[in-house]
């Protein structure tokens, strides 16, 4: 797969500010919520005319060293679990793998069109469902009034750390939970298999380990960036041997993405842990909108509905329209309440000054 | 809160990562070959290339933060 002259484009300034811009907020709500900008970098280079394969490749390769990054500084912070990040990513390792074969397959026996209405409907259906459940969780916990506590720990995940199953229990001490690798493997499987279907793993794996695991968010969304990292940078070696990396798209998302990423993770030093889910639940079920907007396009490339030219279009344009805008309404919750938080601690500082 | 502020971290790291910066788009079209050959070593380049710009980039990104006044917030 020699790469031609032809898949690397010539760059001018707007597109290289547009990118910085999206890389910068990407970064922001990665380093905040363990995932994202993916769903958006990939499409918004792929509307500069990058193709799909290079602007997968060129984002992946600039996925790693952000979560490197990310991952160093909440690290710094207390909030990652190496081990569980290093035992998620070797099971999502083998979902990868079968996520891309089963990819390869769609591709094959339904062409084009077949795999992305694939891809678009894996979309729709987990993040609805999943950022339904993350949405009603933080809805529960604004009710509740305690948006100052600490998460609770969720049924389904009392039930799967009681479970004891020798042999196969492991103890992981940043999270505080012991649980079977009978659990772990499924769900690692599960994250490498949607990163490998819709380039967003975090959207099952953080998830995964708040609800399933009993993970805190704080710790869950800070793992997730060493699952990034592992699985980034095994994709980006295997795009590299193909000659299908533009290292120029890649660097140029990283100048931003690098500010952002650390800005986001400074700004869960700030926030309520609900806060996390807010954005996580909002930017979900934004982009589920956004793919569900094209599904008719695809059934329509497939002939089992027809839509004029025109509003094909449309879709599309509408389509790419919710992607910014999920990227755009996490940015702004997330500087939002660090703002909020911030001012919160100056106030406590000037309260304490004078009585001391 | 208190403490000095790493205004030589800053100045070091950001003319480090603006001197690969601009190796990057002075041979932009000579990278740009290299980069995407598949024989022997090449294709290790993108791979170290993205972890130097990180390591370059990604000081320079925290120690702005930091000289700009947004740091973590303590515990307790």
């Not at chain 1, 390769?61 to 207390?78: D, I, M, Q, S």
């Not at chain 1, 999920?326 to 938080?341: D, P, R, S, T």
């Amino acid at each position: 797969m020699e790469p031609t002259a032809a898949q690397f484009i010539d760059l001018t300034a707007l597109e290289v500010l547009s990118l910085l811009v999206i890389g910068f907020v990407g970064g922001l709500v990665s380093g905040f919520i363990g995932s994202g900008g993916a769903f958006v970098l990939t499409p918004a280079m792929m509307s500069l005319g990058v193709p799909g394969v290079v602007a997968v490749a060129s984002n992946m390769c600039h996925k790693f060293p952000k979560a490197l990054v990310g991952a160093y500084r909440r690290y710094r912070f207390g909030h990652v679990d190496i081990k569980l990040g290093l035992v998620l990513s070797a099971s999502a390792a083998a979902g990868v793998w079968a996520g891309a074969d089963f990819q390869r397959y769609v591709k094959s026996s339904f062409g084009e069109a077949g795999s992305n209405l694939y891809v678009s409907l894996a979309f729709v259906v987990v993040l609805v469902i999943v950022g339904g459940f993350v949405l009603r969780d933080a809805i529960g916990i604004y009710r509740s009034g305690s948006t100052h506590a600490e998460d609770r720990t969720s049924r389904l995940a009392k039930w799967v750390q009681s479970v004891e199953i020798p042999g196969t229990m492991i103890h992981f001490k940043v999270s505080n939970i012991r649980v079977s690798a009978l659990f772990t493997v499924p769900l690692g499987f599960a994250t490498g298999l949607l990163a490998a279907t819709i380039a967003v793993g975090g959207f099952i794996g953080v998830p995964g380990m708040i609800y399933m695991l009993g993970a805190p968010a704080l710790i869950a969304t800070a793992t997730e960036l060493v699952i990034a990292f592992v699985m980034g940078l095994g994709g980006s070696i295997k795009f590299a041997l193909h000659g299908l990396v533009d290292i120029r798209l890649t660097l140029i998302l990283l100048a931003g993405s690098l500010f952002g990423v650390q800005l986001g993770a400074i700004g869960t030093t700030y926030v309520r842990p609900y806060v996390i889910k807010v954005v996580m639940a909002a930017i979900m079920l934004i982009v589920a909108v956004s793919r569900g907007l094209v599904v008719p396009v695809y059934l329509t490339q497939l002939n089992v509905m027809s839509l004029g030219p025109r509003t094909m279009v449309w879709l599309n344009y509408a389509s790419f329209a919710f992607l910014v805008i999920a990227l755009g309404v996490g940015g702004f919750i997330i500087v939002g309440a660090m703002l909020q938080g911030h001012r919160a601690v100056v106030l406590q500082k000037r309260q304490a000054a004078p009585a001391k | 809160m208190t403490g000095r502020k790493p205004y030589v971290e800053l100045v070091v790291s950001g003319l480090v990562s603006a001197s690969l910066y601009l190796l990057l788009f002075l041979y932009e079209a000579e990278i740009m070959q290299i980069y995407t050959r598949t024989d022997t070593f090449y294709p290790a380049l993108p791979i170290i290339t993205a972890f130097a710009f990180s390591f370059a980039h990604g000081a320079f990104a925290g120690y702005f933060w930091e000289v700009v006044g947004i740091r973590a917030k303590r515990k307790g």
